[in-house]
């Protein structure tokens, strides 16, 4: 059974860091792009950072390119979101995904993506 897990989700003030961690397990993903969507309360889901298998390339959305790095340890089957200088903006359920999206410019699209994580909360106070 293939899962994900996301951890490190909480409450922070803005101008503060939060780390979020994945952990896949019942299949390796190493030849899969793995990557982060957040969804806000009322809001349509969107993509924040994706980490390919081609050449490990990655992207970010431009509302978090410069504060967010996402990472990926391939032989432990992990991703990671390092999330600093974080805005009540980037309130949102964070989920975990792999699969073989489409990317284009600096976004890779959700559709493409077979498997997800249940998503962890972080919250930004002002």
């Known amino acids: 059974q293939v899962q994900l897990v996301e951890s490190g989700g909480g409450l922070v003030q803005a101008g503060g860091s939060l780390r979020l961690s994945c952990a896949a397990s019942?299949?390796?993903?190493?030849?899969?792009?793995m990557g982060w969507f957040r969804q806000a309360p009322g809001k349509e889901r969107e993509f924040v950072a994706a980490?390919?298998?081609?050449?490990?390339?990655?992207y970010y959305a431009d509302s978090v390119k410069g504060r967010f790095t996402i990472s990926r340890d391939r032989s432990k089957n992990t991703l990671a979101l390092q999330m600093n200088s974080l805005k009540p903006e980037d309130t949102a359920v964070y989920y975990c995904a792999a699969g073989s999206p489409r990317c284009s410019g600096n976004v890779c699209y959700a559709e493409g993506m077979d498997y997800w994580g249940k998503g962890t909360l972080v919250t930004v106070s002002s």
């Open positions: 019942g299949r390796t993903f190493s030849s899969y792009a």
């Open positions: 980490d390919t298998w081609i050449g490990s390339r990655t």
